[in-house]
């Protein structure tokens, strides 16, 4: 392996519109109908909303002592190999490249060229044509550096909050010319049971998914023990605040029962106080979002195949740095094929409905994890941050990740234990890995 090593280009303005801009993509814009269906009460979906964030901002703190304790490249993987051995982070790495992380890229990168197709209108073949192309586009940029990386995903980090900002400025403006604004549930006369706000909250959850990405790129930042602390906590605050903002605007300008029907709240927000030209500029919004949450993701992934290589737990050859660039090229270039080829083949549909829950599992345990390095002599001397309401925080976040998965199981038993059974796929090839002797790390 080439002693080349990585370049640290990453301040905490860009380390933030990583967290920031790997969170918001197109769900706030698109469909936030789930929520407001299962919990049909303007109230009732800001406290889901508020209480998504908040536990959010729980595992961001988990994350940020983690993060602050082991400042090597890798983030979750790097936290789970720790605590519960080489295994278990296998399980993730494994389950992020054939399915979750890749599966995420492949789905964003169709979203982006659906939208495009709004306004170019285009067939099935070329909208998979746009969303590979996205895909390689952003994957040469990363390729030719974290900075330019980064500098692209802040740039539209920034760019997205400010749309953000003009749409509750416009909507607040405006909305209170529009018939039938701000009005409760008349469809909905039922009673909303714990079980339909659980419901709501896990598709908030998944809402504030990416939080965890920035952990990723460790020895490509700036002091990363005190730099990606102090982005994960800004970063949620601001998507928080954001969400919390766009769903009182969406509540304001539009009728209850419209949201919580609606595939394209935005757009139908910006028809409303607009006109047609609204909805056109609302799927502009959309993507220039996606594009920017494709940018950090796309930039993130690579990191833990990189990490898994040093550790010996991928093949050497994919822990390679590029001598002028200093990025982990060859799996920057593996990730785009893969997802090109999810693309293509329109099989990131069953895969990622099928495994995005069991990142819940790993998040369950990563916290745990995070008790197992409290109790164990030394680490205490190297973190440079302690989280805020240990142990309690951390308990609640933990209980709320298996609950997640338990939810998930009991509504679609088939789909989800089919989502575990290919992550648990994983376990015989790393033990082969280990018989081979491949890897020092890799024992049994």
Not at 264 to 277: N, S
Request: proline share 4%.
């Amino acid at each position: 392996m080439s002693d080349i090593g990585l370049r640290r280009a990453i301040r905490l303005p860009h380390a933030t519109a990583l967290v920031v801009g790997t969170i918001i993509g197109a769900s706030i814009f698109v469909q936030p109908s789930e929520i407001t269906s299962q919990v049909p009460s303007v109230v009732g979906v800001l406290a889901v909303w508020l209480i998504a964030g908040g536990l959010t901002m729980i595992g961001a703190l988990v994350c940020a002592e983690l993060a602050s304790t082991f400042t090597r490249t890798g983030g979750v993987y790097v936290y789970l190999s720790e605590a519960f051995g080489p295994a278990v982070g296998f399980l993730w790495g494994w389950a992020m490249f054939w399915t979750m992380h890749t599966g995420i890229i492949a789905a964003i990168a169709v979203v982006f060229a659906r939208y495009a197709g709004y306004l170019i209108p285009m067939g099935a073949i070329g909208t998979k044509g746009v969303a590979i192309a996205v895909i390689l586009i952003l994957s040469s940029v990363n390729y030719l550096g974290v900075k330019q990386g980064s500098l692209l995903q802040t740039a539209f980090t920034v760019g997205k909050l400010l749309a953000i900002l003009l749409i509750v400025i416009v909507g607040f403006a405006l909305g209170g010319r529009v018939e039938g604004h701000f009005v409760e549930s008349v469809v909905f006369l039922g009673t909303i049971t714990p079980a339909h706000f659980f419901a709501g909250l896990v598709a908030g959850l998944f809402a504030f998914g990416g939080w965890h990405m920035v952990t990723y790129s460790s020895e490509e930042t700036v002091d990363p023990a005190r730099t990606i602390p102090r982005a994960l906590v800004i970063g949620t605050l601001i998507v928080t605040a954001s969400y919390m903002a766009l769903n009182t605007v969406y509540f304001y300008v539009l009728p209850l029962d419209t949201v919580a029907a609606s595939t394209r709240v935005a757009a139908d927000l910006a028809e409303a106080v607009l006109g047609t030209r609204g909805g056109g500029a609302v799927s502009v919004l959309v993507m220039f979002s996606t594009f920017g949450a494709l940018a950090g993701i796309i930039l993130a992934g690579p990191r833990v195949y990189l990490a898994m290589a040093r550790d010996g737990l991928l093949f050497r050859w994919c822990g390679e740095i590029h001598p002028e660039y200093h990025t982990p090229h060859r799996v920057i270039v593996l990730q785009a094929v893969w997802g090109s080829v999810l693309v293509a083949t329109g099989t990131f549909q069953a895969l990622f409905t099928r495994v995005v829950y069991t990142e819940w599992i790993f998040f369950g345990l990563m916290t745990l994890g995070l008790f197992v390095f409290r109790r164990r002599s030394g680490l205490g001397a190297t973190r440079a941050y302690s989280m805020w309401g240990y142990p309690v925080l951390p308990a609640l976040f933990a209980f709320t990740a298996f609950a997640v998965v338990i939810s998930e199981v009991v509504s679609n038993p088939r789909d989800t234990l089919e989502g575990l059974g290919l992550v648990l796929v994983g376990l015989p090839v790393y033990y082969l890995w280990a018989r081979k002797g491949l890897s020092s790390k890799a024992v049994p």
